[in-house]
């Protein structure tokens, strides 16, 4: 619904609209996971001191630190990197005529702040499929609250440009919150 009404917004703007869909990002969220459980766990892990730790974080190097991690050697972090080299490439290839992609923010709802976790009914990893690969793969983005929930918690979508096309992103999240209008924020 979010992503149909700034569809509708950015159309109404003058922008022209055509369907798109990144394929096989399956790869690119696996390297996501390896990039940030395995190796910020590994960062993490001869420093931690659990009493200076939020809940949420807490809860994320629990689930990032399987039992029996085996220590990364540097050959297969040199790989990982490769490989996310390449996914980068290809998906810049797909996006050789698209200069800029709407995309839902997550797959649910907003969840109030500390509901979220990763062993919890919410799961970050789950809900925020749609932002990890440009995380992971250095594009720029920018989310856009289209409406809340009946609850008050924002509904979003965001703009997605390719590296180093900021301005022309920052420029159609501009004029789509222009058109948009006011959005109440939600209520604490």
Known sequence: MAVRRAAQHLAFAGF?????RLNDLERVLEL??????TV???????EIREELLSPVFRDYLEAAQPAGLIPICTLQFVGMCAARDRERERILEAMRDVPILLSPLSVGLAFRHGEGGYKREVQYLESMRHSQWLNLVGFPGVSIPMTNTSEGLPI???LIGR?????????VAESLELVRGRVPLPSL
Request: avoid cysteine; proline fraction near 10%; glycine fraction near 4%.
């Open 16 to 20: 022209e609209l055509e369907p798109f």
């Open 32 to 37: 996501w996971w390896f990039f940030f459980e």
């Open 40 to 46: 910020v766990s590994e960062l993490f892990q001869p």
């Open 156 to 158: 979003g979508v965001q």
């Open 163 to 171: 590296p180093y096309q900021e301005d022309l992103l920052l420029d």
